[in-house]
């Protein structure tokens, strides 16, 4: 991250980054990263937008968060299985874009399926991304990525057992509600963009500011100064 | 911790915090900031070593870590119970001292039963520090710390529900051995030092560095980038 | 329950109960259901109100919420402590109302240390409430509860092993609110009102409703059809 | 619920149900809710019994527990895995039949592997089952179940972070002994019926009741009054 | 224990070792290895029998078990609460027993309460035991134990998160049931002995054998060779 | 075991076994059991070694082990997913091999995707061998082993809820050294004797005793006498 490597987030589904980590997207990207949303389905097994009009939506919502957008093609929305192929092909877009940092869904179960398929996909071609002996991927130098987190779509999503790391994202709240609403077949079906601001409400409250969104780091945290992690949430 | 804010340590025993996170005590010290060692008994308790050899060898050691020094005496070694009076005791330490950031032992149980007892004041005094209105600290001004972590002395003691902030201390091992070597009544009886060396290095080799302490966050860590906790420990 | 026993709601604090599940008592009483607030301190150590303030700010809460009230005096506002005497103390609460369902803070810690402290004192008090030896009751007849019930103040509150009980308090919301305003001393010092409005819609969005409070059942629910348990929060 | 909406439970071998949740199903009936179960193999796997012979039996259980049976061919016995393909295949099951409430094998592993795999697809298929844009089901209108409970078939298989709701099945144990019993050519080999009825006393003497099935919510459960859930399990 | 070390167990009431445990009490009696019981109340809280039927009760059933009887005052029934007074005191009694195996009430909370008060204070003194420095207790020569294990009064007193040891008790079955009935003022008012044989037969069948009675041990169990737990309760 | 019934163990890659938990396959073959080694890939994704040194390497290691070695070929180093009919295959060698023990790398996710995956198939695997109806496995006769225990190669694959057994192989631990040392073109890539010497000894020095491997039990373990887990780690 010190050599400004880029931010790479992985979505199941055209509006998954934005609603679930969007604002975090939007703030490292003003804050100078390159950021990379690479989203694997058109989102064509949902209830309202075709695929072209999800994907449309997804690129608008990329432009206003400062992000480049590729599709990559798996077994498309609500068949997502996790798959040797797939975790392959996802690492090798880790080794393409050479990030520092990577975010994923979680793979807390009992939510949208794709989703915890997403995040155990990702969570694999992140070690497979740096392994020398993998033939596919024989074109395209190892990589180690510096750390996984985890985003979650709902409070439900939340890892229980991770204690999480909370991203300030209030001075960027407009551009996070601007690449919410920029999915607008699905705001106007669903409340999403208020659960996603009354979640990150809830979380900014107990830290003492204004909107929060918790991200789970899959490893250990390591610093060599308290300073870079030395504010709570400790408000109530 | 902006404002280099002192850095408070709490220990039950003479030994505990050089054994627990001497090496995170040593660096901070060494970074500039001020480190204050709170520490509750004289090791009376022990198996070796009289009150006044233990309270000298916790001097020197202080010495060597750079930090400052204060016994308070609560219930003694092995008979330590969390009460509010020593809640309020420790609190009126806090507003003092008036850290950024506050260590203490972990609550875990099953082991020596003093440790999870302080960690457990050490928390509530915490929070009675910045409660305006508990009479017997109406002196001193309501202050509130801005994070709490958790040292473990043992793997046992490691809270498993907690992912941990892996802290580097490789630059500083010497100091950090010679804080723990300066209970030499201590580590004559017992392989206390091999312990410790061999949980950091454990821990340093998952994060690809030389050793590394344990710290525990008890509450969610608030950040307003990535770069702070960019690093993770995933070398296997 | 089926025979309208009464409801008994146990505070730590004056705003204790308005905060953490004012609705459900507002809803019960509406309901027809009678119910009884035991708060076990006045608030004295807080940093803003007087007791005497917030001694009536809690009478003109529970006359809003169309709860009696009562105050039993333990250790005083952070200094709560669980003992066996103030389990007694507590059971002679229980068995002069004799009800049905009982509500207590939970037992999660890390939050305001007398929370989980009545926590405890509650969970103990509805056990020697029905032991028929237990002298300094022994003239009021022994009583087993239906049930019990832990409301959480915060998110961090809640305890993480066990799948809460959302209530529903969508039509009871003005009356709730205006309970907690009534607290003014308190709701002026800190946003404690939009704390719990913004947990209550975030559960309310996941069931598809307006707002809910979440109560976390300490022992296993007893049903004999289906139909009472058949509604799941799984909007997402 | 209210509209007397269908009660579906899955299994996947011919006794399954019999064994983990007989007695629910057995009151549902009786109570006047339709009830369907679908069973995903013939139990050809088994040491003992034909698909024919395991076929007879699951009919003729069924038959006493009043509920319409299905076999849905998968994978066979003891080869069940979670696939996109099967659980659009039960989502299909689930437009068809409309459920309220659907049963399913819990997720906890190290049991039959066939139980948790079932357990995830039922768990994905009622996802899909509202999802409008399912190529497959086009034919289908989208159905959202209220609620999804888990049965366990052994302690072991019983989620240890869900705390249970025990279904009171004392007055209709004879129905749901003769349909464990109608699997004759299982309940020869190994005392199936003994393990299931000493797990349902030992929750039934807990709840004071004479014998009780554990059903697990896989979501929290909605209510607006504490009236049905007011019975909690706490005779000892 | 190859040195034929005692076996001491602790109850909070009369009759808590023979319901916990007492078939592991009849057996390792049997076996050869003396086996003390120290019981700390006279179970004067409970609804029935006095404290003198209650006495002489368990004097009866500790005959029956073969284990000699101390009963230890701390704070009387339903009174219970951990000390460090009280910890030293029962340090005093595993110095003079000396034991190998200690066996105490599980630390789980929402049961009786002296039971987790209990289970904490016995995994206090087992440490306190082996400082050499507790003024106290400096008569009697410090003394470690070599393993502490935690019975469960009731399924719901069964630590979660500790994989049990199944203790065989399936030859001592007459042995144990003679003990509990000895307790006959409890057993006529509560199905006790059915609780536990219900417990113990689930126990067993999962293991293959007759009945179990599960032990959650406190440490990481120490082996040199794979026979001695080459047994796993895998039935089902 | 006490027919001296072989130990078979599985691994993943080449040096999984050695690394994870050769000095218990050193001492168990030292102690006269038979010890079977199966490896599932020739660990050709990784970054040093091609297959057939690997294998040379692994033949090395088993020889000073004492082990016989098969290799079974699945999906492929980094490629391994759990399958119905990998299962089955690996039910053939245990059908074959006929252990009473079986240890299979850990089911705990986040490390190499291959381990977990390999801990899924061995767990169901030992399943299918007991079932007598697996068209496949026909021609060999059911066998149920004794126990399953989990090996984990590294701290963050141990699995959290599970009290480990420790292993102590203190007077085996030149054997282990050697046979981890066999993977020359591995331990000359990275750290990895030093990073399981390390865990051993923390874990050996919680135990009093030189050097111990975690082992992790998948079902409770059944025990007839105390004698058998009378010592426990508890020296800190």
């Known amino acids: 991250m010190s050599d400004n490597l880029p931010l790479l987030v992985f979505g199941a589904h055209?509006?998954?980054?934005e609603f679930g980590c969007g604002g975090v997207v939007a703030r490292e990207s003003r804050l100078g990263c390159p950021v990379h949303m690479v989203v694997c389905s058109r989102g064509e097994a949902g209830s309202v937008g075709t695929p072209e009009i999800r994907s449309t939506e997804c690129l608008s919502a990329a432009s206003i968060l400062g992000a480049?957008?590729?599709f990559v093609e798996l077994d498309g929305d609500a068949r997502l299985r996790s798959s040797a192929?797939?975790?392959?092909?996802?690492?090798g877009a880790i080794r393409r874009i050479r990030p520092g940092v990577v975010i994923s869904p979680s793979v807390v179960e009992n939510q949208h399926p794709d989703?915890?398929?997403?995040?155990?996909?990702v969570r694999d071609a992140a070690r497979l991304a740096r392994f020398g002996g993998v033939a596919e991927l024989s074109e395209l130098a190892p990589h180690s990525i510096s750390?996984?987190?985890?985003?979650?779509l709902s409070l439900?999503?939340?890892?229980?057992?991770?204690c999480p790391i909370l991203y300030d994202v209030s001075s960027d709240l407009a551009l996070w509600v601007a690449a919410m609403e920029a999915h607008s077949s699905q705001v106007r079906a669903k409340p999403y963009v208020e659960l996603q601001l009354t979640r990150a409400?809830?979380?900014g409250?107990?830290?003492?500011?204004?909107?929060?969104?918790?991200?789970f780091p899959a490893d250990p945290i390591v610093v060599d100064r308290l300073e870079s992690v030395a504010t709570g949430a400790r408000c109530f």
């Not at 055209?14 to 980054?17: E, N, T």
């Not at 797939?86 to 690492?91: M, N, S, Y």
């Not at 409250?205 to 991200?215: E, P, R, V, W």
């Open 14 to 17: 055209p509006d998954d980054i």
């Open 115 to 121: 989703h915890a398929q997403l995040g155990r996909l």
């Open 156 to 162: 439900e999503a939340e890892p229980r057992d991770i």
């Open 85 to 91: 192929a797939h975790a392959i092909t996802l690492a």
């Open 205 to 215: 409250l107990s830290a003492g500011i204004g909107h929060a969104i918790a991200l």
């Open 147 to 152: 750390s996984l987190f985890y985003y979650a």
């Open 68 to 70: 480049s957008l590729d």
């Open 201 to 203: 409400r809830s979380r």
